[in-house]
């Protein structure tokens, strides 16, 4: 589980932080998440990716898919708010 900047996880300061930044900050933190898991676990399979998320974590992994594609196998994304015009933007 990641506490990406802006999560309510890591406090009040850090869901501030977020205010402007919402599909930016918190993608990247999340796909250096990524990276380290791989890093640090050698059984996962960096082709085989499946990125799942519910609510805000739907938008993360709509927004890593978008942004690093080459990266992602598969994504189910549920109960999400995304607009894709407002994200070309």
């Known amino acids: 589980m990641v506490n990406y900047r802006g999560s309510i996880g890591a406090g009040q300061e850090s869901v501030e932080f977020l205010l402007g930044k919402i599909g930016d900050s918190d993608v990247k933190d999340v796909h ?8 640090q676990f ?22 890593l898919s978008g942004q690093f594609p080459v990266m992602i196998s598969s994504v189910q994304s549920h109960i999400h708010l995304f607009c894709m015009k407002c994200s070309c933007q």
């Not at 050698?42 to 927004?63: I, R």
Request: charged share 15%; net charge neutral.
């Open 42 to 63: 050698p059984f996962l399979n960096p082709e085989k990716m499946l990125l799942f998320g519910g609510s805000h974590g739907g938008f993360l992994v709509t927004h």
């Open 32 to 39: 250096l998440a990524t990276l380290e898991a791989l890093k």
